[in-house]
């Protein structure tokens, strides 16, 4: 079993930047792959970016080059730090991963981004 519990989303004017938390109840190293992904309101869940247990990082378009997925596994948690933020950012961000052959999602996390 994996539980995944997401944090610091919030309100942010556009340019500015947050640092989303993804932490998990077991060792993520041998959970492996962790993925962010968002949903708009009235939208479909997209991906964003991804980091594998060797820290091999792939990322959307939409997001590559301003936003960076990294993990600790000291701390058992993975994190995206969102930069240059825009309107169109504005999502509930859930972190995922597979273990076990089962797919695990958090709770998601609102962010925010006025104009």
């Known amino acids: 079993q994996v539980q995944l519990v997401e944090s610091g989303g919030g309100l942010v004017q556009a340019g500015g930047s947050l640092r989303l938390s993804c932490a998990a109840s077991?060792?993520?190293?041998?959970?492996?792959?962790v993925a962010w992904y968002r949903q708009a309101a009235g939208k479909l869940r997209d991906f964003i970016a991804k980091?594998?247990?060797?820290?091999?990082?792939s990322y959307d378009d939409s997001v590559k080059g301003r936003f960076t997925i990294s993990r600790d596994n000291t701390k058992n948690t993975v994190y995206l730090q969102m930069n240059s933020l825009e309107p169109e950012d504005t999502a509930v961000y859930y972190c995922?991963?597979?273990?076990?052959?089962?797919?695990?999602w958090g709770q998601g996390t609102q962010v925010t981004v006025s104009s």
């Open positions: 995922q991963t597979i273990f076990g052959g089962r797919s695990y």
């Open positions: 077991g060792s993520i190293r041998s959970i492996g792959a």
């Open positions: 980091i594998s247990s060797s820290d091999s990082t």
